[in-house]
């Protein structure tokens, strides 16, 4: 069974800047692709950013002030989250997904971001 655990999350003026962290239970390389949700109270959840290999896929909304990275080593991936705006709050969830021998999604428990004007 995977386990993907956030942190980082917490409450930060407009402006300021989070970093989040998700550590897996086992080898990061061994996903096909890991990312970063969220989901606002009354709204769906969104991608916010994904990474496939060497690939990116930003949000518009958070293109150029967030951004994704991953350490192998420590199989954790990281969220910078810069000039952080008020609708930037939701819980925030960390994915990963596998597509052998099925597709299949991994999610954390996410934590909370609030951004206060």
């Known amino acids: 069974q995977v386990q993907l655990v956030e942190s980082g999350g917490g409450l930060v003026q407009a402006g300021g800047s989070l970093r989040l962290s998700c550590a897996a239970s086992?080898?990061?390389?061994?996903?096909?692709?890991m990312g970063w949700y969220r989901q606002a109270p009354g709204k769906q959840r969104e991608l916010v950013v994904s990474?496939?290999?060497?690939?990116?896929n930003y949000a518009d909304s958070v293109n150029g002030r967030f951004t994704i990275s991953r350490d192998n080593a420590k199989n954790t991936v990281y969220l910078q989250m810069d000039s952080l705006k008020p609708e930037d709050t939701a819980v925030y969830y960390c994915?990963?997904?596998?597509?052998?021998?099925?597709?299949?999604?991994?999610w954390g428990q996410g934590t909370q971001v609030t951004v206060s004007s």
């Open positions: 994915n990963a997904r596998t597509l052998v021998p099925v597709t299949r999604d991994y």
């Open positions: 086992r080898k990061i390389y061994s996903f096909n692709s």
């Open positions: 990474i496939t290999g060497p690939r990116t």
